[in-house]
């Protein structure tokens, strides 16, 4: 199975997690602030940070899909 992410969908998942720590880790107004900055100023989808975040994800995935696969092989049919 493969599974890779466009720029686009990497940005809408690191929209849900930005907007999970901006609500729930307790952060200062201005630490707030700035990380809603930092994303709306930097992190667009066609940006080469973007670019550079969706490339590691894609490899995160792959990487996790690959060691899935290989575990299923190694357990035995019994459990």
């Known amino acids: 199975m493969r599974v890779e992410l466009e720029p686009e969908e990497a940005r809408e998942l690191l929209v849900l997690i930005v907007g999970r720590l901006v609500e729930e880790c307790g ?5 707030r602030a700035a990380l809603r900055r930092w994303h709306s100023e930097s992190m667009r ?3 080469e940070g973007m670019r550079g975040l969706t490339a590691k994800v894609n490899a995160d995935i792959e990487r996790a899909l690959r060691t899935k696969a290989k575990s299923a092989v190694q357990k035995p049919d019994w459990r």
Request: negative net charge.
């Open 45 to 47: 989808a066609a940006s």
């Open 27 to 31: 952060f200062a107004d201005e630490d």
